[in-house]
């Protein structure tokens, strides 16, 4: 079972660059998050979804742009990375709400340079 | 506002020892409440949950956690450490309305000693 994936693993940016980050999840999941990790600060939420063609901003929101146009796909996108975006980012979906389990991908770590 | 305070960034015991992870929230509703764990290179992983009902909860691995609104705590515990249980852990708090907050305090690592 894959349940939620990831891509790609790892990157480096240089300032000003752009990425897209890939979350897919075969768990036929309502909603989906991204999540950055930072040493001491546990985990914060980026954005997130409720449903296909839905996104809502969350507690970091700033410098980011994420789409939900299939419901197994969610896309973060750094249009013009800065070194305050260095970390490890994650990925989760749950059936149908923050309360339910999470699901948890394996993470991508970036560098931004 | 919701906020999670874990005490104590590391902890270290030695195998067989007693493990507790200690977790205190804030909340202005009453909470749902979370451990989460995460094994190096990793994702995090469900340990237990507290919803409603029994304020004493298990969870995978041998791990629990007891909800005790008066002191607003929701330590995770376990009898016996085992090497395997090195990881860090994560504890949560959401709220029952429609607000789409998980809060995660910041974890604590647990180092297994030999």
């Known amino acids: 079972n894959a349940g939620v994936t990831q891509t790609p693993k790892f990157r480096v940016l240089k300032t000003g660059q752009s990425m897209t980050l890939l979350c897919a999840q075969d768990?036929?999941?309502?909603?989906m998050y991204w999540y950055r990790q930072d040493p001491g600060m546990g985990l914060r939420l980026i954005h997130y979804s409720v449903g296909e063609g839905t996104t809502a901003k969350g507690e970091v929101p700033d410098g980011y742009n994420v789409s939900r146009l299939k419901k197994q796909n969610f896309l973060l996108g750094l249009e013009s990375a800065a070194p305050s975006q260095t970390s490890v980012y994650f990925c989760?979906?749950?059936?149908?709400?923050?309360?339910?389990?999470?699901?948890f991908g394996s993470g991508t770590q970036l560098s931004v340079l | 506002a919701q906020s999670v305070t874990q005490l104590g960034s590391h902890v270290s015991v030695s195998e067989g020892a007693l493990v507790l992870l200690r977790c205190n929230y804030s909340?202005?509703?009453?909470?749902?409440l979370f451990w989460y764990v995460q094994y190096p290179n990793q994702g995090l992983q469900l340990l237990l949950k507290y919803t409603t009902g029994a304020t004493l909860v298990k969870g995978i691995n041998g791990f629990e956690a007891e909800f005790k609104k008066s002191e607003t705590s929701f330590h995770l515990t376990k009898p016996s450490a085992h090497m395997s249980d090195a990881a860090e852990y994560f504890c949560a708090v959401s709220r029952m309305d429609s607000s789409y907050k998980l809060i995660f305090g910041s974890g604590t690592r647990l180092l297994v000693r030999p």
């Open positions: 909340s202005s509703v009453p909470p749902y």
């Open positions: 768990m036929n999941h309502e909603y």
């Open positions: 989760a979906s749950s059936q149908q709400s923050y309360n339910e389990k999470l699901f």
